[in-house]
């Protein structure tokens, strides 16, 4: 792992490995995030990626290893951690049958975050998405799908991003929206796990290739 990294950690792995039946996906993995600062996660289709960041999200355990938030050590499914973390899996989790402002209003609330209607309004806008505002999600295109996703980094306020593959059905414009959004919560004394194939132009990062 190569780093530019501060003195200030927020997010620490120490040994951390994970096992899928018999196969090991990644073992003694160690890593540092610090304030304003993102980590990307790099490796081949199977090696963890995804894995990695469940762990990091509060969401899944470690075989074995060791995770610190703000230089406490945390347990898997710590409130205090998943309190902390907007995670955006690989897939956008939409429902269907609901319109893109109903589905971001609802991503809101899961996050903990209580938002308006006309806040809702002015996030879709800035993605631009607000013709398709009222449109069920199942009729939306997988970018504009994964707009609805932007927004909702756009509207919640918490300290910690962890992103599954952010890029995936982004065309350019996307792509520069979400680089946007990530460096202004950088700006804004935030950190960041990212896994993904396409680097994004941030300007303080560390490196962790999964094997």
């Known amino acids: 792992m190569k780093s530019n990294g501060s003195p200030s950690a927020m997010l620490e792995g120490d040994g951390l490995a994970a096992v899928r039946g018999r196969a090991q996906l990644f073992a003694n993995v160690g890593f540092r995030v610090d304030a304003c600062q993102t980590l ?7 090696s963890g990626k995804t ?3 469940r762990m990091l999200a509060g969401l899944s355990t470690p075989t074995v ?11 898997p499914f710590d409130a205090r951690l998943r309190e902390d973390v ?15 402002i109903e589905n971001l209003v609802v991503l809101a609330a899961l996050g903990g975050e209580k938002v308006t209607t006309e806040q809702a309004l002015l996030a879709l806008d800035r993605v631009a998405l607000s013709r398709q ?23 919640v306020n918490k300290p ?11 065309d350019s414009d ?22 993904t194939h396409q680097p994004l132009s941030v300007p303080r990062f560390a490196n962790l290739a999964l094997a």
Do not use: Y
């Open 133 to 155: 505002r009222t449109l069920p999600a199942r009729v939306l295109s997988q970018g504009q799908r994964r707009r609805i996703g932007l927004a909702r980094l756009a509207l």
């Open 174 to 195: 996307g792509v520069a929206l979400l680089t946007t959004l990530l460096c202004q919560h950088l700006d804004a004394n935030g950190c960041a796990v990212v896994a």
């Open 40 to 46: 990307f996660v790099t490796g081949p289709n199977g």
């Open 51 to 53: 894995t990695l960041l």
């Open 65 to 75: 290893g060791i995770i610190r938030w703000m230089g406490n050590t945390v347990a």
């Open 86 to 100: 907007a995670f955006a899996g690989h897939l956008p989790a939409l429902k269907d049958e609901l319109s893109a």
């Open 160 to 170: 910690l991003w962890i992103l599954d593959e952010p890029t995936t059905a982004l």
